[in-house]
């Protein structure tokens, strides 16, 4: 059974930091990419960051970039999205995602497959 389980969010004030994870289970991790996406109420879904299989590429979010950084723990199975500087705008549910088996890293949420329950990231002023 593929499971995807987020964890790490959390209330903080703007400039702080979060470490979301992704923890993995049901399938070979390794040959899978997954990204991270977020939605607000009222917003569209929009990608965040995403490493490929293997971990051998990543990618980010204009709005991101700098600030954020993905990395992957393969013998813990769990993706990582460390999470700096954090604004106000930040704030969201945190999704992370896979895509079948060998396919790159991508930031369009319809080239995913398989969805986590997210957990929320709030960001006070």
């Known amino acids: 059974e593929v499971q995807l389980v987020e964890s790490g969010g959390g209330l903080v004030q703007a400039g702080g930091s979060l470490r979301l994870s992704c923890a993995a289970s049901g399938f070979t991790f390794d040959d899978y990419a997954i990204g991270w996406f977020r939605q607000a109420p009222g917003k569209e879904r929009e990608g965040v960051s995403c490493?490929?299989?293997?971990?051998?590429?990543?990618a980010y979010a204009d709005s991101v970039k700098g600030r954020f950084t993905i990395s992957s723990d393969k013998a813990k199975n769990t993706v990582y999205l460390q999470m700096n500087s954090l604004k106000p705008e930040d704030t969201a549910v945190y999704y992370c995602?896979?895509?079948?088996?060998?396919?790159?890293?991508?930031?369009?949420?319809?080239?995913?497959?398989?969805w986590g329950q997210g957990t929320q990231v709030t960001v006070s002023s």
């Open positions: 490493i490929g299989n293997s971990g051998g590429s990543t």
């Open positions: 995602a896979k895509r079948e088996k060998y396919y790159g890293c991508s930031l369009y949420g319809s080239r995913y497959t398989y």
